[in-house]
C-alpha cells in the first residue's frame, strides 16, 4: 500500500525535485508512523499527528491513499483527522506567510484556501488556466475603451465564452468555494468567482475590488489614480454582481439601501482589502463546517478568520 503511494509520488512530484527527494528520505518514518495510527493510546495519536504535520503538506496525498485503501471506519476517521490538522496547519503558515509578503494580491490566498479546500489541488495547474483567462480578456481589449465597456468584453468572455456559472450561497458544499471546482467544473459560488474575477482584473491592472454592502458580494468598478488629479479617496464608477456580470449603477445601490433601512448615499459603500475579502471567505467555511456539524474545524476557521478581517 505505501510502496503504490510512494510510487505515485515519485511520478507527480518528481519534476519538483527537493520535495521529491525529501519525501523518499522520509519515507521509513512515513511507514512507522502510518503503522501508529490504529494504536488505541489517544497520546501516541497526538503525537504522530504532530509529526505529520511538522512533515508538512506534501505528506497529504499518501495519508489520502492509505484511507482509500482502509476498510476500517475507526482507523479511516482518524486518517481524515490527521488529514485535516496536517492541511489547516499548512493553511495558517501559507496564510501567515503571504500577510508578510510586499505582495498582497488576491491570487495567492486564493490558491492557499483552494488548496485547503481540495487536497489534490495543484498550484500549477491552477495558475496555468488563471493565465489563459486573463490572456484571453486581454487580447480583446485595448486602451481606447471605456471602463463600462471594458467590463462588458470581461464579461462576455467570462461568462459566455467560459461559461462559469454559480451555486447560491446558502446551498453551495465545501467544494463551490474553491479554485479548483470553479476552473474544471466552470461551477463555484459567490467567493470562489468573485475571487478568480477580481484575480484575472488585478492581472489585467483593472482597478475592480470587493466592496461592503450589507447582505450583497458585489465588486466595484473604482476610478484610478493618477498624477493629474488630487483624490483623498477612490470613488466607485459602478457596481458588478461577480455570479453574472450584471452591472448596478450608483441609484440601484441607493434604492437598495433605502430598502434595507441603511444610508440611502453610497457614499458610506467603501472597498474591503484582500485581506478583509480573505477574512469574509474563511467565515462562510466556517458556516459550512458547522452545518456539516464539525464544530472543533468550524471553531478553528472563525479564529483564523478574525486575524484578517478589516479593522
Known amino acids: 500500500m505505501l510502496s503504490q503511494t510512494l510510487q505515485k509520488v515519485n511520478e507527480e512530484q518528481k519534476r519538483n525535485k527537493p520535495i ?40 497529504i496525498p499518501i495519508l489520502t491513499e492509505e484511507k482509500e485503501f482502509c476498510h476500517d471506519e475507526s482507523i479511516s476517521s482518524k486518517i481524515d483527522s490527521i488529514i485535516y490538522e496536517v492541511s489547516f496547519s499548512s493553511l495558517k503558515n501559507s496564510l501567515e506567510k503571504w500577510e508578510e509578503t510586499s505582495d498582497i494580491s488576491l491570487k495567492e490566498p486564493s490558491i492557499i484556501l483552494s488548496k485547503f479546500i481540495d487536497q489534490k489541488t495543484e498550484t500549477e495547474a491552477l495558475e496555468f488556466e488563471i493565465e489563459k483567462i486573463k490572456r484571453s480578456v486581454w487580447l480583446e481589449l485595448n486602451d481606447y475603451l471605456t471602463p463600462l465597456e471594458v467590463v462588458n468584453i470581461f464579461n462576455k468572455i467570462f461568462f459566455s465564452y467560459y461559461k462559469f456559472k454559480c ?26 468567482m468573485g475571487s478568480l474575477y477580481m484575480i484575472i482584473s488585478d492581472l489585467l491592472n483593472l482597478p475592480i475590488r470587493s466592496t ?95 486575524k484578517y478581517q478589516d479593522q
Not at 441607493?254 to 467565515?283: A, F, H, M, P, R
Open 212 to 306: 461592503h454592502i450589507q447582505g450583497q458580494h458585489l465588486i466595484g468598478y473604482f476610478t484610478e489614480k493618477n498624477s493629474y488629479t488630487i483624490q483623498e479617496e477612490e470613488e466607485i464608477l459602478f457596481f458588478i454582481d461577480p455570479i453574472s456580470g450584471q452591472i448596478y449603477t450608483h441609484s440601484d445601490i441607493e434604492i437598495y439601501l433605502n430598502k434595507i433601512s441603511e444610508s440611502s448615499s453610497t457614499d458610506v459603500v467603501k472597498s474591503i482589502s484582500n485581506k478583509g475579502y480573505i477574512s469574509k471567505w474563511i467565515k462562510e467555511l466556517a458556516r459550512i463546517q458547522k452545518k456539516n456539524g464539525e464544530i472543533t474545524r468550524s471553531n478553528n476557521l472563525i479564529q483564523l478568520s478574525e
Open 20 to 59: 521529491y527527494l525529501k519525501m523518499l528520505n522520509k519515507s521509513g518514518e512515513i511507514l512507522a508512523l502510518i503503522n501508529l495510527i490504529d494504536d488505541p493510546d489517544e497520546e501516541i495519536f497526538i503525537s504522530i499527528t504532530q509529526k505529520f504535520i511538522a512533515l508538512g503538506e506534501s505528506v
Open 167 to 192: 451555486h447560491e450561497i446558502a446551498s453551495s458544499q465545501f467544494a463551490d468555494f474553491g479554485l479548483t471546482n470553479l476552473l474544471i467544473r466552470k461551477t463555484g459560488n459567490v467567493f470562489s
